[in-house]
Each structure stands twice: as C-alpha cells, then as structure tokens.
C-alpha cells in the first residue's frame, strides 16, 4: 500500500522514499495514485477520472477545480458469541472534492476483494 503524487511543478513524491503524506502540497497534486492490497488507484484531478484497476470512472465536473481525498479506515470483524474474530482489514479510500454550484461534490473510491466500490 504505497502512494505516489505528480505535481504541476514537475515533482514526482513516492511514499516508497519514506514521505510521510503531510510533505505533499495538496495544491499542487494533479494525479495521485495508490497501490492497495486489492489494486491501483489512479485520481487524475484535472479531469476528475478515477481508474480503479483498469475501470475508468468519470463522474462530470471536469472544469471544477478538485481537492484530493486520502485517508485509510481500519476494520475490526468481531463476533459477539464468542466465535472467532477475523483479522483486522484496512482499506485506502481516494478520490476528489470540488465546489459545484456552491455544494461541496465529493467522488470516492475503494477497492476490495469484491471489486470497486464508489461512495459520495
């Protein structure tokens, strides 16, 4: 699970290169991609297309400036009578935000074992 951040001034930031997320200037982020444990996902934020593993997700908005999201979301499976409890999962949700109309737009997505999940 690794990230990598292209820049409009010509900047290249790999997490592989021991970056924590807080060294990217968010302004300037123009694609951003991550590596999961279920794929890749590539945020292009001047056009708003998100490609999850080869799916190519366009959601409109092409001329609102966008915002990068990142975050990751642990989750805990357990079982209340007592039976096993399944490993913990964590998940790399990614996607964009952008002002339309005076609404905030947010597109998001996610990859699991059961394919691309889309939230807004």
């Known amino acids: 699970m690794n990230w990598k951040a ?9 997490q592989f290169e021991e970056q924590p997320f807080s060294v990217i200037d ?9 590596e999961t444990q279920f794929g890749k996902i590539i945020v292009d934020l001047k056009t708003g ?3 999850a593993n080869g799916q190519v997700l366009m959601f409109g908005f092409e001329e609102e400036p966008k915002r990068l999201i990142y975050f990751k979301r642990n989750q805990q499976f357990m079982s209340c009578s007592g039976g096993n409890v399944m490993p913990p999962a964590q998940f790399e949700y990614v996607g964009w935000q952008a002002t339309v109309r005076g609404a905030n737009v947010k597109r998001i997505v996610r990859l699991t074992s059961r394919g ?3 939230t807004t």
């Open 116 to 118: 691309v999940e889309v």
């Open 26 to 34: 968010v302004s300037k982020v123009l694609v951003f991609e991550v």
């Open 6 to 14: 292209s820049c409009s001034d010509g900047k290249v930031l790999n």
């Open 49 to 51: 297309y998100i490609n």
